[in-house]
């Protein structure tokens, strides 16, 4: 192990020297130790560099990412090297869910009860079981479905890491299938 992060302490200044050298390519070489000092406190030393250097590439961006099962339209709003990510904006899925009898369609006309507890869906349409563990026999004759959802209007932002955008950008929003139904 020694060994090993005396390889690594060496590969890192064999690159601090070859860094100092590009950038003396660049800057005034009374400047450098200031300029190392500003790549150093950013975010993110090897984005600096390669910007300072002028060999800096932006990642290609789709404008769309993959929706999941809470968030949809999912639409690239900008880039943070510095922070390696991707502010994007997206909707809302709400879903609405309730207990429904086995075997009945989970639509609003068969909802015995929108208590998401099962006691308290028990109680509320009168459960009764001469079994011990009613709760058992409950959930062998009703299920919790969800029966509608619905994509908000709301636009929110949140952010992805670089890679994770990459691996799940689309070429068209329009080209995907919805994983789940909904209405809205």
Known sequence: MKRKNQSLNQMDE????????????????????????????????????????????????????????????????????????????YNSITNKQAWFKVGDEPIEENIVSSKHYSEDAMDEIGYVSDSEDKFKTFKENYTWKTWKSTISDVINTHYMGVDEWIANQIQDSDDQEPEFDYEG
Do not use: Q, W
Not at 17 to 27: P, S, V
Not at 46 to 69: Q, R
Not at 78 to 89: H, L, N, Q, R, S
């Open 14 to 89: 064999t690159n601090n020297l070859l860094l100092r050298i590009a950038l003396e390519t660049k800057f005034n070489p009374a400047d450098i130790d200031n300029v190392l000092k500003v790549i150093s406190a950013t975010g993110n030393s090897s984005v600096a560099s390669t910007i300072l250097l002028g060999k800096y590439e932006e990642p290609k961006f789709l404008p769309h990412c993959k929706d999941c099962s809470r968030k949809v339209n999912k639409t690239f709003m900008g880039y943070d090297p510095f922070k390696c990510e991707v502010v994007y904006t």
